[in-house]
């Protein structure tokens, strides 16, 4: 298993943009399918963002497609996630998560490793 820590969360007003970065731990990185989930306060967590192993590939939940842009640099053992226009109701703690699945993965359970979570907040 690889280990993830997040940083970029904060608060930003309505419209702005904040890039959250997701540092891996461990030299199998390239390895791993990366994905995105966010948890809203009183609700479940969801899926945001995944991207394959090598890169290119890419999948978006329909709320966050066209404003969000998940991306990887396997030689610096990061994943980042692009937030643009952001909006109140993407208000939540994000997680970084990595799997093995081959191919986009996005269901909870699929990912093996999750990071600690980083609060993003955007007030209206």
């Known amino acids: 298993q690889v280990q993830l820590v997040e940083s970029g969360g904060g608060l930003v007003q309505a419209g702005g943009s904040l890039r959250l970065s997701c540092a891996a731990s461990g030299r199998t990185f390239s390895r791993y399918a990366m994905g995105w989930f966010r ?71 699929q990912y093996e490793s999750w990071g600690q979570g980083t609060q993003v907040t955007v007030s209206s």
């Open 39 to 109: 948890q809203a306060p009183g609700k479940e967590r969801e899926f945001v963002a995944a991207i394959r192993w090598k890169g290119g590939s890419s999948y978006y939940t329909d709320s966050v497609r066209d404003r969000f842009t998940i991306s990887r640099d396997n030689a610096k053992n990061r994943a980042y996630l692009q937030m643009n226009s952001l909006k109140p109701e993407d208000t939540a703690v994000y997680y970084c998560a990595a799997t093995r699945v081959v191919g986009l993965a996005t269901i909870e359970s």
